[in-house]
């Protein structure tokens, strides 16, 4: 299976063509100019290698959030961030209308001990503005040696004020698969993000629950909670342990090679039980695209608050200098036909949780459903 990722997890090499037409010629002509006019002309000493980048940079921003020129130090942070180890404070960030955005801290992080929660906004990150920065600057800020602190601030809707939180980095491990055997034969399974093997993990990790049960589960709990995607093959791989046919995602690209429909394999192993899975406004990407497709599907009652709506895929393009480039190129689209990007998928069963409540609400809802007598036995219940 074709492997298209999220974010910033697939790295490719190829060498670039250019195809331009007369409209594409006269504007390199006037950007060779006006550079040559600002080395001879400029009042200080210019870097032309700088003065390149920052051209690149800049028309880059003017396409998305997501889309950004790796300087060949950028590439390496790149490729230290998707190793699944790395020193940092652990949170995954976006920049929305032009304001630095968390998409969720990652579980068990510096992030998360302090209470970042998805949607602050960082507005400095060591007294340092974040206005115009992209995310891959924000995150060599924010990344560091284990122990040293960094100082954030976050505005949340809300608050009267921005607030300064500092956080000490530590060293960031990702486990993608949690699991536990609740009470009355529930399975629960948490996902932290989608990355190598988290599909076969997820099956084990079904499978040991059932082992520990001594019979087939009741019911499964399947937690995206603060999940801000991941490897898109993963997920089409862990849907399809839940469903035996259907669609589960659509990537849409202009390029004909960046547009693909993934189908169910007819090898799910676990149609049995009923089915709830956990979203909220930290759930993105690829677990969005699982949610999505176990709704329409009708396999899975979605339940908590509306995701985030981070529905494009980015590849990444090594260059032959060691600098990348990170381009939007498709946009995934839910069994049903609709664009989850900027929208979200909104839950079968909103349960809001509030800073008051002292239980997990969004799970003892869950785990109420899977106990009700006329969900038992029944596969794919939705509410």
Request: hydrophobic share 35%; no cysteine; charged share 25%.
């Amino acid at each position: 299976m074709q492997r298209i990722t999220f974010v910033l997890l697939l790295v490719l090499s190829f060498t670039v063509g250019v195809v331009a037409d007369d409209a594409t010629y006269q504007g390199l002509s006037n950007f060779t100019r006006v550079l040559d006019l600002v080395e001879r002309n400029y009042v200080e000493e210019v870097n032309s290698e700088e003065l390149t980048n920052s051209a690149i940079d800049g028309m880059l921003k003017t396409l998305d959030p997501y889309s950004a020129y790796l300087s060949p130090d950028r590439y390496r942070e790149l490729e230290i961030g998707t190793s699944g180890e790395f020193g940092g404070v652990g949170m995954e960030v976006t920049v929305e209308e032009g304001v630095l955005t968390v998409i969720a801290p990652i579980e068990g992080t510096p992030a998360e001990k302090a209470g970042i929660k998805p949607r602050d906004q960082i507005l400095e990150i060591e007294g340092k503005s974040t206005e115009g920065i992209d995310v891959q600057e924000a995150v060599k800020l924010l990344r560091g040696p284990k122990g040293s602190p960094v100082n954030i601030t976050i505005k949340r809707e809300g608050e009267d004020a921005p607030r300064v939180v500092t956080l000490v980095r530590d060293k960031i491990v990702v486990k993608s698969v949690k699991a536990e055997l609740l009470d009355n034969g529930i399975g629960y399974i948490r996902l932290t993000q989608f990355q190598d093997h988290t599909a076969q993990d997820l099956r084990a990790a079904v499978e040991q629950l059932t082992v520990q049960n001594g019979k087939d589960l009741r019911g499964l709990v399947l937690d995206l909670r603060n999940n801000p995607g991941g490897l898109l093959s993963e997920a089409i791989d862990v849907v399809d342990e839940f469903i035996d046919n259907g669609l589960i995602v659509s990537v849409k690209g202009r390029a004909a090679d960046q547009t693909r429909e993934y189908y169910a394999t007819k090898k799910g192993s676990f149609q049995t039980f009923p089915l709830v899975v956990i979203v909220n406004e930290g759930s993105a990407s690829a677990s969005e695209v699982v949610a999505e497709a176990l709704q329409d599907s009708h396999r899975a009652t979605i339940l908590g608050t509306k995701t985030f709506g981070k529905g494009s895929v980015q590849t990444i393009i090594k260059l032959e200098d060691g600098s990348g480039l990170k381009l939007t190129t498709a946009k995934f689209y839910a069994p049903s036909g609709r664009s989850i990007n900027e929208v979200g998928v909104t839950p079968d069963i909103t349960v809001e949780i509030t800073e008051q409540d002292k239980t997990d609400k969004q799970l003892e809802s869950a785990i109420n459903i899977l106990k009700s007598p006329q969900q038992a036995g029944k596969p794919g219940p939705r509410g």
